[in-house]
C-alpha cells in the first residue's frame, strides 16, 4: 500500500496539550485543564492518553474545584457544567 494511504498517527491523541514535564510542580494543574479542555471538544480519550490520568482522577479534584469556581465567577457555565462532571466522576 501506497505511503501516502497509512496513517501513522493513527490511534494517538486527535489534539496536542501543551503539558509541562511530568516532574513540574505545576503539572497536575495543566493535566486537569487538559482533560476539561479535551472533555469540552470530544476528545477526552486522546486528553487521557496525553495527560496519563483519567477522567475525575481523585488526585486531581482540587485542581478542578478552582476551575469551577473561577468558570463561575467569570459566568462560563460550559466549563463549569464540566468541572461538575468531573467533580462527580
Not at 509541562?20 to 480519550?45: C, F, I, Q, T
Not at 486531581?60 to 465567577?73: C, D, F, G, M, Y
Request: aromatic share 8%; proline share 7%; glycine share 12%.
Amino acid at each position: 500500500m501506497s505511503r501516502a494511504f497509512v496513517n501513522e498517527d493513527a490511534g494517538g491523541p486527535e489534539r496536542r496539550y501543551p503539558l509541562p514535564p511530568r516532574a513540574d510542580p505545576g503539572y497536575d494543574e495543566a493535566a486537569a485543564l487538559a482533560l476539561l479542555e479535551g472533555a469540552n471538544v470530544g476528545d477526552s480519550y486522546g486528553a487521557e492518553l496525553a495527560t496519563g490520568y483519567r477522567w475525575g482522577e481523585p488526585k486531581l479534584k482540587a485542581h478542578v474545584e478552582r476551575v469551577r469556581a473561577q468558570a463561575r465567577a467569570e459566568g462560563n457555565e460550559r466549563l463549569e457544567q464540566l468541572a461538575e462532571r468531573f467533580l462527580r466522576g
